[in-house]
């Protein structure tokens, strides 16, 4: 399984970016997606999952300003992050999961200056 992300950045608070995962290896539609989190000194935390079946949830902290979606036919999916806070600074791995298999990115950076 490989899973390389992109479109991190930096971006002053109250910007958008959209990161994108792009997997291969695997039979991308049978997989459970999902983009983390981790800042200096905290833990990884879920920022959002979209199941196989297209079921979506989302970290509390970014509801109303984050969406994911996927792509099948691309083998791909992607974070929307619109209103950006400083407190969305942290770097941004991607995840795949099926029974038995748990799969992460190399991740990417994203700061939200004030």
């Known amino acids: 399984v490989q899973l390389v992300e992109s479109g991190g950045g930096l971006v002053q608070a109250g910007g958008s970016l959209r990161l994108s995962c792009a997997a291969s290896?695997?039979?991308?539609?049978?997989?459970?997606m999902g983009w983390y989190r981790q800042a200096p000194g905290n833990q990884r935390e879920l920022v959002a999952r979209i199941t196989r079946g297209g079921q979506i949830n989302y970290a509390d902290s970014v509801k109303g300003r984050f969406t994911i979606s996927r792509d099948n036919a691309k083998n791909t999916v992607y974070l929307q992050m619109n209103s950006l806070k400083p407190e969305d600074t942290a770097v941004y791995f991607c995840?795949?999961?099926?029974?038995?298999?748990?799969?992460w990115g190399q991740g990417t950076q994203v700061t939200v200056s004030p």
């Open positions: 995840n795949s999961k099926i029974v038995g298999r748990d799969s």
């Open positions: 290896g695997i039979t991308f539609s049978v997989y459970d």
